[in-house]
C-alpha cells in the first residue's frame, strides 16, 4: 500500500525509533528529578531535544515550550492570549481557512465576550494582506494566520504578515504544523511572529508531541500567557506536566533530521509533485481540475477534483492499494470549510481528494497509479 496522507501524519524514521528507545526503558528518569544519574540522562536528552527544534526554526532553545501536539499550541497560545489580555482589548483576527483547533478555541473566545473577525481568502486559500491591516483597531490583541494550508498547502505570505504585525504592535500566532520540515523557517527572518505551534508527527517524529515557540524580548523575558496547564511549573511554567521525554526525544531527533534533509527532501518533493501530477494528468485525461496554486505553496500537497466522481467512493476504492483522503473535516454531511471558503461548490468538494507526498517515498512508487 502506498501511503499519501502524510500531511494526516508520517510514519516516524527507524533513527528517531532508535533514538526513543532507550527513554522508554532504562533511561526512564523524570527530568525534573534531581542528584542521580537518570534524572541527569534524561534532563540533557530533553536539552538536547529542545535544541534540535530550536535551531530547526531559528529560534532560541528557551523559545520552545513542549506540548502535546499543534492543537494543545494553538489552544494554548490564543486562549492564554486573550486572558492574559483581556484588559488591552477583546479583538482577535483569524481566517476561515484555519485549523479546527483554532477555529473552535476562537469560537469558545467568542461565547467569552471576544469578538473575532474570519478573513475571507482568495482561490487558493490565502488571506489578503490589505484587509488584515485595515481590520486591525487599538482592541486588536492577536493576529493568528495559518503558514501552510493543511488541505491545499498554499502558503499564506508571512514575512508581510510578519511586518504588518509589527509594525501594529500586534502579537502574531502562526500555526505552521504543514511547514516544518517542508519550508526553511528562520525565525529571525520573521520579527513580527510571537508565537507559533507545531507537531512531530507530521515530519516523521511520534505522535502527541509539539512545540509551541514562544519569543522573548529584547530583555529576554519570554511573551506571557495564562497558561491551559497549572501545576509543577515545568516549561517555565507555561506547560505544567512530567516532560514526556521518549516523546520529546523523537521530536528532537526527527527534527534534527527535517534540518539536515531539508534541502534535499525539498527538492524531492517537487520532483514527486510534478511526477505524480503528470501521471494523474495521463490516466485521467480531461477529468481534473487541480484546487491547489502551482507556486507558494507546500511541496507535495495536491488537492485535486475528479470531475463528476464522489470522494468517499474513490477513496474507499483506493484504499486497499493508494492511502489518500478527502482532505480533513470533509464528509457527506459536513463539506471541508476551506474548499468552501475557496469558493468550490458542493459537488466540486465531493470531487476532491487530497494526496500528500513524504520524501521517504521513491519516483517509482508513484507507478502504482499505472498499475489501478
Ligand atoms: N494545525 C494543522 C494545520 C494541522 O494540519 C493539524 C493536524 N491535522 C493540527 C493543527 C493539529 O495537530 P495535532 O493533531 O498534532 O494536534
Redesign the pocket.
Known amino acids: 500500500m502506498l501511503y499519501l496522507d502524510n ?3 508520517t510514519q516516524i524514521l527507524p533513527e528517531v525509533r532508535s533514538a526513543m528507545l532507550p527513554y522508554l526503558m532504562e533511561e526512564y528518569g523524570n527530568p525534573s528529578s534531581k542528584y542521580y544519574l537518570v534524572a541527569e540522562n534524561a534532563k540533557n536528552a530533553v536539552k538536547d531535544a529542545r535544541n534540535s527544534i530550536s535551531s530547526l526554526l531559528g529560534c532560541t532553545d528557551r523559545e520552545i515550550i513542549f506540548t ?7 489552544n494554548m497560545i490564543i486562549k492564554g492570549v486573550a486572558d492574559y489580555y483581556s484588559e488591552k482589548g477583546n479583538h482577535i483576527i483569524t481566517s476561515k481557512v ?5 477555529l473552535e478555541a476562537c469560537k469558545f473566545l467568542e461565547t467569552k465576550g471576544f469578538e473575532v473577525t474570519y478573513l475571507n481568502v482568495d482561490n487558493f486559500g490565502r488571506i489578503d494582506l490589505s484587509e488584515l491591516s485595515s481590520i486591525i483597531t487599538d482592541k486588536t490583541i492577536l493576529v493568528s494566520i ?5 488541505e491545499l498547502g498554499s502558503l499564506n505570505d508571512m514575512k508581510t504578515i510578519s511586518e504588518i504585525c509589527l509594525e501594529r504592535d500586534v502579537f502574531l500566532h502562526t ?4 511547514v516544518v520540515s517542508k519550508v526553511a523557517i528562520d525565525l529571525t527572518e520573521f520579527p513580527g511572529i510571537k508565537f507559533l ?1 507545531c ?4 515530519f516523521h517524529g511520534p ?2 508531541i ?1 512545540a509551541a515557540f514562544i519569543r522573548k524580548d529584547r530583555y529576554d523575558i519570554l511573551a506571557k500567557i495564562t497558561p491551559l496547564m497549572h501545576g509543577g511549573g515545568q516549561e517555565e511554567g507555561y506547560r505544567s506536566g512530567t516532560l514526556a521525554v521518549h516523546n520529546i526525544v523523537g521530536m528532537g531527533k526527527a527534527g534534527e533530521m527535517s534540518q539536515k534533509n531539508l534541502l534535499n527532501n525539498i527538492k524531492k518533493l517537487c520532483f514527486l509533485e510534478g511526477y505524480l501530477t503528470t501521471i494523474l494528468n495521463d490516466k485521467f485525461k480531461g477529468m481534473l481540475i487541480f484546487n491547489h496554486d502551482k507556486e507558494h505553496k507546500i511541496p507535495g500537497i495536491l488537492s485535486v477534483q475528479f470531475k463528476g466522481i464522489n470522494n468517499e467512493i474513490l477513496v474507499k476504492k483506493l484504499a486497499p492499494f493508494i492511502a489518500a483522503s478527502t482532505g ?1 473535516a470533509c464528509s457527506s454531511s459536513k463539506p471541508s470549510h476551506v474548499l468552501d471558503a475557496i469558493g468550490l461548490s458542493i459537488d466540486q468538494v465531493r470531487n476532491t481528494i487530497r494526496f500528500s507526498l513524504s520524501a521517504t517515498i521513491e519516483k517509482e512508487d508513484l507507478n502504482i497509479f499505472n498499475e489501478l
Open positions: 500531511s494526516a501524519t502535546s501536539g499543534s492543537t494543545e499550541s494553538n484555519e485549523h479546527p483547533s483554532v495559518i503558514w501552510g494550508n493543511n500555526d505552521a504544523t504543514q505551534s507537531s512531530a508527527h507530521k505522535k502527541g509539539g480533513s
